[in-house]
């Protein structure tokens, strides 16, 4: 009864679905385009191989497509004969699929979560088996692959205290959703212990760490890398710190924290990167407003010694970006968005910056905060504090060192999960 109400509502809410895509099409175009594919309208065809027997790999945007690459990357290596199907929910997910694996993947929008588009989405893939990143549940999908005798694994999954209640006052619809999961391999044992209270099976959930340590970082990129922190850096004489993946209302924090540092150092160079490319042009606008010389990315100029900020308004650098800095601060921190992956800016070697909010990554955070690695700031005066403080190189170092140890040290997720996927593939 839970699910056919749901889905009721579902079937209901859609028109206004499609209108909220539109009305962000305004902004970011990409969200007008392919909207067919999410009703499971798309043609099904691929250069290489059938998509039949494929790999089902969902991801929701770009921190999780990013996060998935590796994974994906072993699963071609293992099971060369099957076609890896991957989906996102976002423009900026597609974008990363796009970018980080080309055509070795078939790529296509997720089916909205409606029995129709899930028909006509699975006649057209008839998955092997659906691999889930992190917490994308949906109660019709995990329905119609359960009917279907489709596998359906959740990896690298994470569920905090809040999202927990929040299954548990839906008990109805959310147990025999999570009951229709075949596995669920969590990235710590208090997340696994909420799947269990959920009404999991506790055989169904082991506990693997998460994969965003398993994060390697290529020779050709580091090389790409130290050429453009010599640059921007001036051949290492000034600062380069960035804030990356910023979110509205923290760009404003993040220049007043750059102003108060430039007073007392006036050569330091920031690389601010926001979040999502619908707001690159509002940002670049707000740093110019406020006085500061600046440059964008997408020029395809280099920063000279006059740049005080360097709008990284370009897809798919934000790896290349932090190589090329001292410091890093990780944003969605002083909003309450959750934070971000503050590995990526780990495995790099770099101090790590964050603000307060991080329920997002709250494992990581108190681990990266347990090996000193990571420093949390509360506002514009205590950003421009710790710069200051790590403006010192034996500070950077002692950080940045103790940072890149701790993301070697819990490598081995990805190892277990390809394991525990091996079950299910023939």
């Known amino acids: 009864m839970a699910l056919a109400l749901y889905t009721a509502f579902y079937y209901l809410i859609t028109p206004l679905i499609v209108l909220r895509l539109l009305l962000r099409s305004i902004k970011a175009p990409a969200y007008r385009q392919r909207i067919a594919e999410r009703f499971g309208f798309f043609t099904a065809t691929h250069s290489k191989v059938t998509l039949q027997n494929c790999i089902w790999v969902h991801t929701v945007s770009m921190g999780e497509t990013i996060a ?32 980080l694996l080309a055509d070795s993947v078939f790529h296509v929008y997720a089916p909205y979560d409606l029995p129709c588009c899930l028909q006509r989405f699975l006649q057209r893939i008839q998955p092997e088996l ?78 693997t760490g998460s994969i965003k340590f398993d994060i390697s970082i290529s020779e050709p990129l580091q090389q790409q890398a130290q050429q453009l922190k010599a640059q921007c850096s001036q051949q290492g004489q000034r600062i380069v710190w960035i804030a990356a993946s910023t979110h509205k209302g923290e760009d404003e924090i993040i220049l007043a924290a750059h102003r108060l540092w430039l007073a007392q150092y006036p050569d330091a160079l920031l690389i601010l990167v926001p979040r999502h490319p619908e707001r690159f042009n509002t940002v670049a606008q707000l740093v110019q407003a ?45 909003v309450a968005s959750g934070g971000h992956n503050m ?65 070697a040290a819990n490598r081995g997720a990805l190892a277990q999960l390809l394991d525990l996927l091996a079950r299910f593939l023939g």
Do not use: H
């Not at 076609?83 to 997910?93: D, F, S, Y």
């Not at 190589?323 to 601060?329: E, L, Q, S, V």
């Not at 347990?370 to 403006?391: C, H, I, N, P, S």
């Open 343 to 407: 590995l990526e800016p780990a495995a790099w070697g770099l101090p790590v910056l964050t603000g307060p909010s991080d329920f997002n990554f709250l494992a990581i955070s108190q681990a990266l905060i347990e090996a000193q690695a990571l420093t949390q700031v509360q506002d514009a005066k205590g950003l421009a504090a710790q710069l200051q403080r790590l403006q010192q190189p034996s500070e950077r170092l002692c950080q940045g060192q103790a940072a890149q140890q701790m993301v």
């Open 290 to 334: 406020q006085g500061f010389t600046s440059l964008l990315r997408s020029s395809g100029e280099l920063p000279d010694a006059s740049v005080q900020v360097y709008v990284g308004d370009s897809m798919g650098e934000m790896m290349l970006l932090l190589g090329a800095a001292d410091i890093a601060f990780v944003g969605g921190s002083l």
């Open 68 to 99: 998935a690459v590796p994974l994906v990357k072993e699963l071609q290596q293992r099971y060369p004969d099957k076609t890896i199907v991957m989906t996102t929910m976002t423009p900026t997910g597609s974008e990363r699929v796009k970018a």
């Open 130 to 207: 659906l691999v889930i990143m992190e917490t994308e549940l949906w109660p019709n999908t995990l329905a119609a692959c359960q009917r279907r005798g489709i596998p359906t694994v959740l990896v690298n999954a994470r569920l905090s205290a809040k999202s927990a209640a929040g299954y548990q006052r839906f008990a109805a619809l959310s147990k025999p959703m999570l009951q229709n999961l075949s596995l669920v391999a969590a990235q710590t044992e208090a997340d696994a212990a909420r799947f269990v209270d959920l009404a999991m099976a506790a055989d169904k959930v082991v506990v």
